[in-house]
Each structure stands twice: as structure tokens, then as C-alpha cells.
T-cell receptor, first 115, second 114 residues
Framework: DAGITQSPRHKVTETGTPVTLRCHQT?????MYWYRQDPGHGLRLIHY???????DKGEVSDGYSVSRSKTEDFLLTLESATSSQTSVYFC??????????????FGPGTRLLVL | GENVEQHPSTLSVQEGDSAVIKCTYS??????FPWYKQELGKGPQLIID?????GEKKDQRIAVTLNKTAKHFSLHITETQPEDSAVYFC?????????????FGKGTHLIIQP
């Protein structure tokens, strides 16, 4: 998984509670991404980061916030979890300083269930 | 924004036969097209990619073709083996070149029949 870890790997929570997912990389890549995967939808971009403290929204950003205070860590927060946020969340990284900048490598995923 | 359509959603082939998965994209500025393989319970793994200045790329039993005029690209797997069974996703970079994320197709479940 290209030096990417995600924590927790599984989580069950209740509607209305805050949840934070963590993505940690050891590759020193500049770009990091959060996607969600749902049956029938493939993977959809939530937020991405192009450097420390530099983030932007993706296609499905409503209800999510992110933070990146260090190159190696990218946090995804659900401020008040809803059942529609039950999904599998994947982190990805890419290195635009190399000749293969577009290539994204994915972590193992976090399975989140909101009851 | 970019929109990627992928077909078929399920593909069943006999072991040893070839499999073809097709994708179309909408943004003519897209210039990078990766294919990912996802096994149950794991993250997507890049298997091959192609850039818009190339029409075809091969890597052993896997090949990808790109038709920029028609805005479609395809994954070809020859001499399929049981370990090829998985879900395959195509993606396109959009006008941002991929820096602002990839747009994925909805996936193809490839089943290799023994």
C-alpha cells in the first residue's frame, strides 16, 4: 500500500457524533486525497491537499472537513455523522515532484458504519 | 467537471479467454487515464496507466488503448487466470491533470470461470 496507513480500519458510531479518520504516509508525497466508496458509485473525491495547510474541496465535500498540519498526516472529520456517511473511506497520495506525478496510490481503507 | 462511464458492470469469462472493459470520458482536457484493480477488503491497486500522448500501452497480459477523438479507453486482459478475478476501475484526470483528484468509473466485477 505504498507506505500508507489508515486508522482506524473499522469504526461503528452513532448518528450525531463526531468522527475523525487518519491517513499517515511515509513517502513524503505532497498531495493527499480522501475518497469514499459506495456500491454503484465507484470512488468519489471528498477533499484533497496539495501541501501543509493547503486543502480544497472535491465532488462530495458536504458534511466533511479536513486538516493537514504535517506532510505525513491528513485527517478527515465528520463533524456530526449521519447514516448517509456510512461508507468505505480511502486515502490516496501522489508525488507531483517526480516524473509520474499523476499516479495515485491508495491506502487499505477505513470501513465506517453510522447507526 | 469530468464524467466517466464504465461498461460492463459485470463480466464473466472462461479462464484463458480475453476480457475487455470499456470507459468513456467527457472532458477533452483529461490527459491521464489509470486503471485500478481492487480485491475484496483491500484498497485499489494501480495496474496500468496511459497518458494522452500515447495510443496504446502493454504490460505482459494487460494492455490499455486510448482513442482521444472518441474519448474512450479500454482495458484488455489476455489469457485470463483465476487471480484476475476482482473489481476493476477506470479513471480520468480531468482538466486539472489529476492534481485535484481523479474521476472514477463505477467499476467492473470481473469473474474468471474455471
Amino acid at each position: 500500500d505504498a507506505g500508507i496507513t489508515q486508522s482506524p480500519r473499522h469504526k461503528v458510531t452513532e448518528t450525531g457524533t463526531p468522527v475523525t479518520l487518519r491517513c499517515h504516509q511515509t513517502e513524503n508525497h505532497r498531495y493527499m486525497y480522501w475518497y469514499r466508496q459506495d456500491p454503484g458509485h465507484g470512488l468519489r473525491l471528498i477533499h484533497y491537499s496539495y501541501g501543509v495547510k493547503d486543502t480544497d474541496k472535491g465532488e462530495v465535500s458536504d458534511g466533511y472537513s479536513v486538516s493537514r498540519s504535517k506532510t505525513e498526516d491528513f485527517l478527515l472529520t465528520l463533524e456530526s455523522a449521519t447514516s448517509s456517511q456510512t461508507s468505505v473511506y480511502f486515502c490516496a497520495i501522489s508525488d507531483w515532484t517526480s516524473g509520474r506525478g499523476e499516479t495515485q496510490y491508495f491506502g487499505p481503507g477505513t470501513r465506517l458504519l453510522v447507526l | 467537471g469530468e464524467n466517466v462511464e464504465q461498461h460492463p458492470s459485470t463480466l464473466s469469462v472462461q479462464e484463458g479467454d480475453s476480457a475487455v472493459i470499456k470507459c468513456t470520458y467527457s472532458d477533452s482536457a483529461s490527459n491521464y487515464f489509470p486503471w485500478y484493480k481492487q480485491e475484496l477488503g483491500k484498497g485499489p491497486q494501480l495496474i496500468i496507466d496511459i497518458r494522452s500522448n500515447v495510443g496504446e500501452k502493454k504490460d505482459q497480459r494487460i494492455a490499455v488503448t486510448l482513442n482521444k477523438t472518441a474519448k474512450h479507453f479500454s482495458l484488455h486482459i489476455t489469457e485470463t487466470q483465476p487471480e484476475d478475478s476482482a473489481v476493476y476501475f477506470c479513471a480520468a484526470s480531468g482538466s486539472g491533470g489529476g492534481a485535484d483528484g481523479l474521476t472514477f468509473g463505477k467499476g467492473t466485477h470481473l469473474i474468471i470461470q474455471p
